[in-house]
Nanobody
């Protein structure tokens, strides 16, 4: 089972930027699609972005397209999320996740991911 550890969260003013990173260990990182989700209390976990095992096949939710950038480094077993032009509604706990099946097409569905980090808090003030 892979272990995922997020870092880089914090507090920022609206319009600011943050960089999140997720370090993976366990199963061979380069075989699996990776994704970032976020969640606020009382709401379902929300898909943000996914990147295919090779670094291609990138997907974004429309709410973050053009503002967030996902990338991965298979040599370092990390997946990053660059957040720009942040808005107060981006405030949430951000999670990285590893897709259950190796290779294939990145999914937007949380149930397709079987390894999750503990999350990192992002707070955007107005």
């Amino acid at each position: 089972q892979a272990q995922l550890v997020e870092s880089g969260g914090g507090m920022v003013q609206a319009g600011g930027s943050l960089s999140l990173s997720c370090a993976a260990s366990g199963r061979p990182f380069s075989r699996y699609n990776m994704a970032w989700f976020r969640q606020v209390p009382g709401k379902e976990r929300e898909f943000l972005a996914a990147v295919g095992w090779s670094g291609e096949r990138i997907k974004y939710d429309d709410s973050v397209k053009g503002r967030f950038i996902i990338s991965r480094d298979n040599a370092k077993s990390t997946v990053d999320l660059r957040l720009t032009n942040l808005k107060p509604e981006d405030t949430a706990v951000y999670y990285c996740a590893r897709q259950r099946e190796s290779y294939g097409v990145p999914s937007r569905t949380p149930s397709q991911y079987d390894s999750w980090g503990r999350g990192t808090q992002v707070t955007v003030s107005s």
